[in-house]
């Protein structure tokens, strides 16, 4: 279930960030918001893993 809200959590800033470069195509712009996407996956890759506790 984690799995699954972080899963739309990522879609949803994922559209946002999409929607704001595609509406303001600025090159810079889209950089950041491909670091920001990066950096994103990147947290949800490691923090929704199963945790053997």
Do not use: H, Q
């Not at 899963?7 to 491909?34: G, K, M």
């Amino acid at each position: 279930m984690n799995r699954f809200l972080a899963l739309l959590a990522f879609a949803a800033i994922a559209v946002f960030l999409l929607i704001l470069a595609f509406e303001v195509p600025s090159i810079d712009l889209i950089i950041i918001i491909a670091i920001t996407l990066a950096f994103v996956a990147y947290d949800f890759f490691t923090s929704s893993k199963n945790k053997k506790d």
